[in-house]
């Protein structure tokens, strides 16, 4: 059994969840989970089963979540903004056997219809407890929470109560708990499984980090199909404090939700994110004096920024990814803010990190950069359905992540290696443009990447998005660059944007190449 979903009767009145529409008490969540496991029981999930979760952050979505783990299955949360073909790949390929969605409104998607799309034998199904869907053989039954479905392949909640039947947990710290596909910002996404007892372990870690307590109100933007967003519910839920979520992110309403729930820690993490709301026009008025601590990712300039924006809030940062389970360092809130606003911090207890040099496979002399390596028992189980181990002999990880420790053994994460690329046979790092691109005071947002060049072989192209009213041109850029880089190292492109290609929570940079190598050969 999951030991957060069993203490949850514990904290009885407590307030637990705030999310859009609906605010639950602990004892109300918990009678809430119990009616959900017996749901999911009545439609044959088991220990070891599959469910797929294709919700947004909604209350709904966190029963079901803990419902399914407290049985022994392992949960498939699916990403929102998938379009059809995403959803047919990453549904078959992970052998979900019961798929929960619903209509959401507010806007949102129909996912129901988006589901029809992407299997369309669903439209010829007889049963909706016996699916047959080629592209998706596992597939046992689709839960349309909400309003009635208009397929009789969708199966009701009040349908699903009908057959609803008691079974005893049955879970082990070992057991799996997670398969949990990566963004998919290249190809098709990865499924990295994980297992119960470490997941847990390291979302007790990442609250401590942050301070949390029983009386806090910890809000998360980031959504739960991702382990930034579950991490933070798993930590806050185990301790007894409340977690506020919404099913979509706008800075207006974060800033509401900060002021009116008195929020005490915000795991705002991205920087995108990070500068919406710092750049909203009601940032200056929203009484945020209740809040304590705030995840900030992103480069010093902008840490320094959110450190001055909220002089009551310590900001910590940290470093890790779905592989290694989420996160695998953090700053301490009681670290110096120097170190919070240039390094992720710390590994977790039992979390061992090493630099090695991505050539020639050697750990580098101590200050070197090289590649991020992760050795713990949060590192990912496997890779779903593939054979290879993802993890050497000696139990690392590679993350492909570029890094060094700092003279006091912080982690300084430096960007990705496949952002490193060759100009004129010099290495540059796309974070080292970036991080003087945001220094400049019209400059928000910047993220750089390589076109080829015939000269030089690549040369980098800078996106650049500005603060609102400022104004800059690309050559003033370039040479605010030409100041502080080499000349190698300028850009030699350099467009403005408003409105960035987006996974969930990261700029999809192939995209921006895309559509400037596009431009390009138009203009030849």
Request: one cysteine or more; glycine letters at 10%; aromatic letters at 6%.
């Amino acid at each position: 059994m999951l030991e957060v979903a069993r203490r949850l009767g514990s904290y009885g009145d407590v307030e637990a969840l705030v999310t859009d529409d609906e605010r639950l008490t602990y004892q109300e969540l918990d009678e809430r989970v119990t009616q959900v496991v017996r749901r999911l029981s009545g439609l044959g999930v088991r220990r070891g089963g599959r469910v797929g979760l294709l919700m947004p952050n909604t209350a709904s979505m966190i029963c079901h979540l803990l419902a399914a783990w407290d049985i022994g299955a392992v949960v498939v949360p699916l990403n929102t903004r998938y379009r059809s073909h995403e959803l047919q790949y990453v549904v078959g390929h992970s052998d979900i056997e019961v798929l929960v969605t619903g209509q959401f409104g507010g806007g949102f998607p129909d996912l129901g219809e988006r589901l029809l799309a992407a299997f369309p034998a669903l439209r010829t199904q007889a049963d909706p407890l016996a699916l047959s869907v080629p592209d998706a053989p596992a597939l046992r039954s689709i839960v349309m929470l909400g309003a009635a479905p208009v397929e009789p392949a969708f199966v009701t909640a009040e349908q699903c109560d009908a057959l609803a039947a008691d079974l005893p947990a049955d879970r082990a710290a070992d057991d799996e708990l997670l398969l949990i596909y990566t963004s998919g910002t290249t190809a098709h996404p990865k499924g990295v499984v994980h297992s119960l007892g470490a997941f847990v372990q390291t979302a007790r870690h990442t609250a401590a980090s942050m301070g949390v307590q029983v009386g806090d109100v910890v809000w998360d933007p980031l959504p739960l199909f991702h382990t930034g967003g579950l991490l933070p519910l798993l930590g806050t839920l185990d301790l007894g404090a409340t977690f506020v979520t919404s099913a979509h992110f706008d800075p207006g309403t974060g800033l509401e939700l900060l002021a009116r729930e008195r929020v005490t820690a915000a795991y705002v993490a991205f920087s995108t994110l990070v500068t919406s709301l710092l750049d909203h026009p009601d940032f200056a008025t929203t009484d945020v004096s209740a809040l304590r601590w705030i995840l900030a990712i992103g480069p010093e300039g902008l840490l320094d920024r959110v450190q001055r924006s909220l002089p009551g809030a310590v900001q910590v940062s940290c470093y890790g990814c779905t592989e290694a389970g989420g996160v695998v360092v953090y700053n301490d809130v009681t670290d110096p803010a120097a170190a919070r606003a240039t390094t992720a911090g710390n590994p977790f207890p039992g979390v061992q990190i090493r630099i090695v040099d991505p050539v020639q496979g050697r750990q580098v002399n101590a200050g070197g950069t090289g590649e991020i390596q992760v050795r713990s028992d949060a590192v990912l189980r496997r890779y779903h359905r593939e054979p290879a181990s993802p993890v050497d002999g000696e139990g690392w990880f590679a993350t492909g992540d570029l890094g060094r420790f700092d003279d006091d053994g912080r982690l300084v994460f430096l960007g990705r290696l496949k952002d490193m690329f060759k100009i004129g046979g010099e290495n540059v790092a796309a974070s080292e443009i970036e991080f003087v691109l945001a220094a400049h005071q019209a400059v928000t947002f910047a993220q750089v990447v390589s076109v080829p060049d015939e000269r030089l072989s690549e040369v980098a192209a800078a996106f650049v998005e500005l603060k609102p009213g400022a104004a800059v041109t690309a050559d003033e850029l370039r040479e605010f660059c030409a100041q502080r880089l080499a000349s190698f190292k300028v850009p030699r492109h350099v467009r403005m944007v408003e409105e960035w290609p987006m996974s969930a929570t990261k700029v999809q940079k192939f995209k921006l190449r895309d559509q400037l190598l596009d431009e390009l050969a138009v203009g030849a």
